[in-house]
């Protein structure tokens, strides 16, 4: 059956033109749906590079989350006077843009087309690895970001509360330790309580099995902590809950426990098994899903804060 | 062609767009978003290296999807420090713009 | 050979994509917001409805069948209180 290719000329050709709409709109609000609806073809593009754990971060992530925040933040931003009206770049100017941007795209696109045959893969370095320290698991993705590539993932697991500090610290000095604005100033609108009380015990629920699953199919720590970050966000913005205070106890807990238990897992490795971050082979199943499920709670306490913002000082 | 070629060129060209918006946009915010269209024009690269390095037994070479994964992540935390910037410069100087010359007006000594 | 469920499976996806061109065509040509809203509604509970149902023979077991359904009021939840939101929004003046 061929019409597989006809299907990717299409999503392709799609991509493309919602990303020029993305690019050329008008006004910030539809620039941002957009750009949300690019993230969605894009999930799809992903699945039919054969990669459906990106395909889920990209659409909970990329396109989710992003699009959250880049709409609280053009709310805020169209909530300050004297926003002065730009001005537009010359035609001059605009035309030696697209030469370079062209440039830039067609030597990519050169880089591409000249890409080594026959392609190497790290894949059988990974699964031996892997399967060596007894982290074989079903899903190989899961595999190498816990076991092959355990480091690198712990380190972006720090530059996500490094995120949130540096968030937090854009704040008045006299704001500090007090909570971020809320996400919606008006009062609960009973539609998106409605919402907000059905979508959350459901959307935790489908996180935490996407989370458990990651281990043998499709799935992870990461898209289960940003589903659960998601149900978080609703709630905010129904006024069921409102964005705690920064100097909050169990918040500041919360964001910790996904890197410090990471971080004791690794030396504990140094230890037990001989080597930094290293899992004793019978133990390393168990002690992966331990650590994803900490570092799933990091996730959903540093994503709703990274979009709440700095504390203010706003009497609400 | 090969999906994974397609997708590759299709990265490419997000890569151009993205560049494009992010030179000319003078909204601080529109800058953000042609960044992070780039940053997903990159990921695509990533990902048609990933599918190129099926091996026997594997549709895909997992190395650089788990690459991809930690960066969409970081790159929304990057975006969001952006913002945050950007909404305290916009209310520190009273201006929705990236442009030096004018913040350096005299503000009238209202501070956030 | 197609079986009965093939062919059922194909009925029910074809009339679920006509269900999602007939709200494409609504969203590009009806003349206002409340209108493309009413469109867009069809598509959503309608089109993915029945897309759904079409797959539900195809699925892997009554797990599976069951997490299509699910998606499928996910879908509708989520889609009615955002018609709602945005529906507000349009009457306050809002774009």
Known sequence: MSLLPILDVVLASLVIGVAIFTISARELFASVVGYVAYGLLLAFVWIRLYAPDVALTEAAVGSGVTGVLLITAGKRLGALKNAAPEAQPGFAFKLLTAVLAALVASALGAVILMLPDPPPSLAPEAAAAADGAGAGLGNPITAVLMSYRSLDTMLEKIVLILAVVGVWSVGADKAWGKAPAPLRQQKPYAPMVFLAQMLAPVGALIAIHIFWTGANAPGGAFQGGALLAAMWMVTMMARLADPPRIDSQWLRLALVAGPAVFLISGLAGAVVAGAFFAYPPSLAKPIILFIEAFMVLSIAAALPMLVAGPPSERPD | ?112 | ?95
């Open chain 3, 1 to 95: 050979m197609i079986t009965l469920l093939d062919l059922f499976s194909i009925a029910a996806i074809s009339a679920g994509t006509f269900f999602f061109f007939a709200g494409t065509v609504g969203l590009l040509r009806f003349p206002d917001s409340l209108t493309r809203l009413h469109a867009l509604t069809k598509a959503d509970n309608l089109g993915l409805g029945l897309v759904a149902l079409g797959l539900i023979p195809r699925a892997d077991g009554a797990l599976s069948a069951l997490k299509l359904i699910v998606i499928w009021v996910l879908v509708l939840l989520s889609g009615g209180s955002t018609s709602q939101l945005i529906g507000r929004a349009l009457r306050r003046g809002r774009k």
């Open chain 2, 1 to 112: 062609m090969t999906p994974s070629v397609l997708a590759g060129l299709t990265g490419a060209a997000l890569v151009g767009f993205g560049l494009y918006g992010l030179i000319l946009h003078p909204h601080p915010l529109r800058k953000l978003l042609a960044f992070n269209l780039m940053g997903s024009g990159v990921f695509l690269v990533f990902g048609i290296v990933a599918r190129r390095g099926a091996v026997a037994g594997s549709r895909f070479d997992p190395v650089p999807q788990a690459m991809v994964i930690t960066g969409i992540v970081v790159a929304f935390a990057a975006s969001a420090i952006a913002v945050a910037l950007i909404l305290r410069l916009s209310a520190e100087s009273s201006h929705v713009t990236l442009d030096p010359e004018v913040w350096t007006k005299p503000n009238d000594g209202t501070t956030k």
